[in-house]
């Protein structure tokens, strides 16, 4: 039998940015957009959290539920090296170690001669006082337990402080750990299932488990009545993933109305793979195939992709192909909501020269906006779509992009 | 319509117009091929709008007429038929045409010729510009395959044609390697003239001018839309590319630091040898080049490394002018680069490692290839 820690840094961003200004600690304060910006909440901090604050509110709400409400922009690189530091301590207590995301990880406690709770504890201490960052862990059999854990661990802490919490479901224990939780505490049951499941009078997990399996079996196809029994029953088999290298990368803009200028979406197009050449030139990355992504409402989609003739992290590059697609895929007629961007077929490919590059750019080189307001709008919307999966753009962040840089005019 | 022809005449006939037929249109015209008389002569035609070939057979015409007949099933049955003569008679009500070969005896539906778009002909006029028909298709096998093949850059995807006095200049490029070639023309041409041709279209005019001798007359229609190629027996007529061709001559390097010269035949088994390996691995192939002494000739040595497969070296003589250096290609370039090469030695010039490759064949002056290198660690 497996025994699997889950770890999950507490209000990751926040701790972060408490470490470098103290005086945030203990205040109710949020990372993400300003208020005026029609931003949002990526963490909020426990003390905001107190307030009814969470990741996803909009600043402007939050600011009415707590008017002295600190905002704090976010700093994507500043986090990166946090998660990484913590990955470097997980990584030199064993090897077998899986980060899920960026605050989240998975460690394998085979190597470990501890009992888990003493690692545990002693992982915590370490994180603690070496980082400054408060990590909370939930043990069990497999990684769906585990994760549950954690978060039963932290919701027992005492509202308005870091949870700092640590969770053992003893071996063979999972299924009676499971029994009295809500539906919606396992990872792979959405807001959907569970809004069924509540109308069906199926509140927790023992019920999907044990008690109610002919009505789950009545009521969900076949495959998944089986999968949702597994799980409640705390049966768990998902393999560690180790060393785990990213297939594709996409990034993607929804726009707050519906749009139909060109240019605002070129620019949006142009923003979102200089965004990815980013992101490969920082994993000294290059792609093979680029994709390209519109949706015109919330649930009609289109997407292109097609092979580059050489592989490539350039943004210039990314974005010619891009708009190709894009030209390909939209006649200019119909409004469109989202727009993205896709590359594919990642590898460390060597440079293939061409005999009309642009000047070739790395991280340093790639053009930052002379106006630090723009910086920061920009930024927002990278760290929003890094952390919540979606993104927010207004068109007049598209607009100062197209005017920052124009290659092809 | 009524004629007769010999069958090995119309399958070569049809196997010359075959290649412009529409592969899927929405136009089921396009899948067909068009027969007609003309001036007794049988003119097969075949287009998908964008590249139209027309081709004219000797045949016995007993009546005038014109029909179009889906491409594949007249192909097929054509190139089943014996080695006869055969027979092709037009029903004009059911537009469907009887065709007997020996003891062979089919009808096939047709659609009108009326539907059949206009393919433009030569101009009365005097042609722009004249080609032998050889020296127009080795310049064409040697540069073509060079053009893009992908269309987001749809100009790089054509074969810039420059005519100037006395000689034509055709270069085609994909933006990581570069072919040009010169050729003399039998006639100045009355005024220069820069056209960018779809390389595919080139490809299949050499292909379909392979058996002829004589000349290629090219000509372009009034709006400079299109050109038309044209000898005894078959036109091809093609759209040209809109937009301007990068600037050629910035890219071809006007000076090097080291000149290799090799024999071409044993670099290009060296090169194959390499590429065993090379494919494995990102198709990077690296050359090291040094110069020789008084007493040893300069050499180039060759060498492919994949990590999972495994690796080769090997090495070639040849006359090392300069110092030495070294630079790794992309094999598949090197090896199409080898290929147009048609002397027995071949100039490599070269200057760092991230400076182009430059490909001459020596005693022949008119062609030369440049490869960008590649970056590796």
Same mark, same amino acid.
């Given at each position: 039998m497996r025994t699997i820690m889950h770890v999950d840094l507490d209000a990751f961003f926040c701790s972060v940015e408490q470490r470098r200004?103290?005086?945030?600690?203990?205040?109710?304060?949020?990372?993400?957009?300003?208020?005026?910006?029609?931003?949002?909440?990526?963490?909020? /901090?426990?003390?905001?959290?107190?307030?009814?604050?969470?990741?996803?509110?909009?600043?402007?709400?939050?600011?009415?539920?707590?008017?002295?409400?600190?905002?704090?922009?976010?700093?994507?690189?500043?986090?990166? *090296?946090?998660?990484?530091?913590?990955? *470097?301590?997980?990584? /030199?207590?064993?090897?077998?170690?899986?980060?899920?995301?960026?605050?989240?990880?998975?460690?394998?406690?085979?190597?470990?001669e501890e009992s888990a709770d003493v690692f545990a504890r002693r992982v915590q201490l370490r994180v603690a006082t070496e980082l400054r960052l408060s990590i909370s862990c939930g043990i069990a059999g497999n990684k769906l337990v585990a994760k549950a854990a954690t978060d039963t661990g932290k919701k027992l802490a005492r509202a308005g402080?870091?949870?700092?919490?640590?969770?053992?479901?003893?071996?063979?224990?999972?299924?009676?750990?499971?029994?009295p939780l809500p539906v919606d505490t396992l990872c792979g049951i959405g807001p959907k299932t569970t809004e069924k499941l509540h109308a069906m009078g199926v509140m927790t997990l023992g019920e999907i488990g044990w008690t109610r399996c002919s009505d789950i079996r009545a009521a969900f196809l076949a495959r998944h009545a089986e999968e949702l029994i597994r799980m409640a029953r705390g049966i768990d088999e998902t393999p560690m993933v180790y060393a785990y290298t990213a297939k594709s990368l996409s990034h993607m803009t929804t726009f707050m109305r519906n749009v139909d200028d060109p240019a605002v979406i070129e620019s949006t197009l142009l923003t979102l793979s200089y965004d990815l050449a980013r992101r490969?030139?920082?994993?000294?990355?290059?792609?093979?195939?680029?994709?390209?992504?519109?949706?015109?409402?919330?649930h009609s989609s289109i997407g292109r992709q097609s092979a580059l003739s050489r592989a490539t992290n350039q943004g210039p590059e990314i974005y010619e192909r891009a708009r190709f697609l894009l030209r390909c895929l939209w006649d200019q007629r119909r409004e469109i909501r989202l727009v993205g961007v896709g590359v594919a077929q990642l590898g460390d490919y060597p440079q293939q020269l061409g005999f009309w590059d642009a000047p070739l750019q790395d991280i340093a080189t790639v053009p930052v906006p002379a106006d630090p307001a723009e910086g920061r709008a920009i930024k927002i919307i990278e760290d929003a779509e890094q952390y919540m999966g979606k993104a927010l753009s207004t068109h007049r962040m598209a607009n100062m992009v197209a005017k920052r840089w124009s290659p092809y005019q | 319509m009524k004629l007769t022809c010999l069958?090995?005449?119309?399958?070569?006939?049809?196997?010359?117009?075959?290649?412009?037929?529409?592969?899927?249109?929405?136009?089921?015209?396009? %899948?067909?091929?068009l027969l007609a008389t003309d001036n007794g002569r049988l003119k097969l035609a075949a287009t998908n709008l964008e590249l139209?070939?027309?081709?004219?057979?000797?045949?016995?015409?007993?009546?005038?007429g014109a029909v179009t007949i889906p491409a594949k099933l007249l192909t097929d049955l054509v190139g089943s038929l014996p080695n006869d003569r055969i027979s092709l008679e037009l029903e004009p009500s059911s537009q469907s045409i009887k065709l007997t070969c020996a003891r062979y005896?089919?009808?096939?539906?047709?659609? %009108?010729?009326?539907?059949?778009?206009?393919? !433009?002909?030569?101009?009365?006029?005097? !042609?722009? +510009?004249?080609?032998?028909?050889?020296?127009?298709?080795? @310049?064409?096998?040697?540069?073509?395959? +060079?053009?893009?093949?992908?269309?987001? =850059?749809?100009?790089?995807?054509?074969?810039?044609?420059?005519?100037?006095?006395?000689?034509?200049?055709?270069?085609?490029?994909?933006?990581?390697?570069?072919?040009?070639?010169?050729?003399?023309?039998?006639?100045?041409?009355?005024?220069?003239?820069?056209?960018?041709? !779809?390389?595919?279209?080139?490809?299949e005019l050499s292909r379909i001018i392979a058996g002829s001798e004589g000349d290629v007359a090219m000509t372009m229609t009034s709006g400079g839309g299109q050109v038309l190629?044209?000898?005894?027996?078959?036109?091809?007529?093609?759209?040209?590319?809109?937009?301007?061709?990068?600037?050629?001559?910035?890219?071809?390097?006007?000076?090097?630091?080291?000149?290799?010269?090799?024999?071409?035949?044993?670099?290009?088994?060296?090169? =194959?040898?390499?590429?065993?390996?090379?494919?494995?691995?990102?198709?990077?192939? =690296?050359?090291?080049?040094?110069?020789?002494?008084?007493? @040893?000739?300069?050499?180039?040595?060759?060498?492919?490394?994949? @990590?999972?497969?495994?690796?080769?070296? %090997? %090495?070639?003589?040849?006359?090392?002018?300069?110092?030495?250096?070294?630079?790794?290609?992309?094999?598949?370039?090197?090896?199409?680069?080898? &290929?147009?090469?048609?002397?027995?030695?071949?100039?490599?010039?070269?200057?760092?490692?991230? &400076?182009?490759?430059?490909?001459? !064949?020596?005693?022949?002056?008119?062609?030369?290839?440049?490869?960008?290198?590649?970056m590796v660690r």
């Open positions: 200004n103290p005086t945030l600690v203990g205040k109710a304060f949020v990372v993400g957009g300003s208020a005026n910006d029609r931003g949002v909440v990526a963490t909020a /901090s426990y003390a905001a959290r107190a307030y009814g604050i969470h990741a996803g509110t909009s600043t402007a709400k939050a600011r009415q539920l707590c008017p002295d409400i600190i905002v704090v922009k976010p700093d994507y690189t500043a986090y990166t *090296e946090a998660a990484q530091e913590v990955m *470097e301590v997980l990584l /030199s207590e064993t090897s077998l170690v899986e980060q899920a995301s960026i605050d989240e990880a998975y460690v394998d406690l085979a190597d470990i402080k870091m949870p700092h919490a640590i969770y053992v479901v003893p071996p063979g224990g999972e299924a009676t750990f499971l029994g490969l030139q920082r994993k000294n990355m290059r792609c093979k195939v680029v994709h390209c992504q519109i949706r015109w409402d919330i | 069958q090995d005449n119309l399958k070569r006939g049809l196997s010359i117009v075959g290649h412009a037929v529409a592969g899927k249109s929405t136009l089921p015209v396009l %899948s067909n091929i139209g070939i027309t081709c004219w057979l000797g045949a016995k015409v007993d009546s005038e005896e089919n009808n096939i539906n047709g659609i %009108s010729a009326e539907e059949f778009p206009d393919l !433009p002909a030569l101009n009365q006029g005097e !042609p722009i +510009a004249v080609f032998a028909c050889d020296v127009l298709r080795e @310049a064409i096998d040697q540069i073509a395959f +060079a053009a893009a093949t992908d269309d987001s =850059r749809p100009v790089l995807t054509g074969v810039l044609l420059r005519l100037r006095d006395n000689h034509a200049t055709l270069a085609s490029a994909d933006g990581y390697r570069l072919a040009q070639r010169i050729v003399p023309l039998a006639t100045a041409v009355a005024e220069p003239l820069e056209v960018i041709i !779809p390389a595919r279209a080139l490809i190629f044209h000898t005894e027996d078959i036109d091809l007529v093609t759209r040209v590319i809109d937009g301007k061709y990068p600037d050629i001559e910035r890219v071809i390097p006007q000076s090097y630091t080291t000149r290799t010269i090799v024999e071409t035949a044993e670099l290009v088994k060296a090169i =194959r040898v390499a590429a065993l390996f090379a494919n494995s691995s990102n198709n990077i192939v =690296r050359l090291t080049i040094e110069s020789g002494s008084d007493t @040893a000739p300069g050499q180039i040595h060759i060498s492919a490394n994949a @990590a999972e497969v495994g690796n080769n070296s %090997s %090495s070639v003589d040849g006359m090392v002018n300069g110092e030495g250096n070294k630079i790794a290609l992309n094999v598949r370039f090197l090896q199409e680069a080898l &290929n147009a090469m048609k002397t027995n030695q071949i100039a490599i010039e070269t200057q760092t490692e991230q &400076n182009p490759a430059v490909f001459r !064949p020596v005693g022949i002056d008119g062609y030369v290839h440049i490869v960008m290198p590649m």
